[in-house]
């Protein structure tokens, strides 16, 4: 398997991860826009729009794994394919 599909995974995860400076950050971000369109915001309105940010970067998060799952069987495979044909 390529060090690039691991830096891939690892990349994505990455974007997946907050810190607590980001959620302070997102979280004045939402109440000025919410202020903007003269709407009161709410914790249940950050709730959502957190839960949004996580879940796409859950999504990016499950294709880099999986595609790094995919590619690593393969190796797999074809690396006792290649153990079977040497001992054969």
Known sequence: MDRQDYNKAEGAVEKAKWTV???????KEYIREQKEKNTEPTQEGWMERAKENVSDAWESTKDAVSDVWEKTKDAAVDAQAEVKKATN
Do not use: F, I
């Not at 400076?21 to 979280?27: L, Q």
């Open 21 to 27: 400076n980001d959620y302070a950050d997102r979280a």
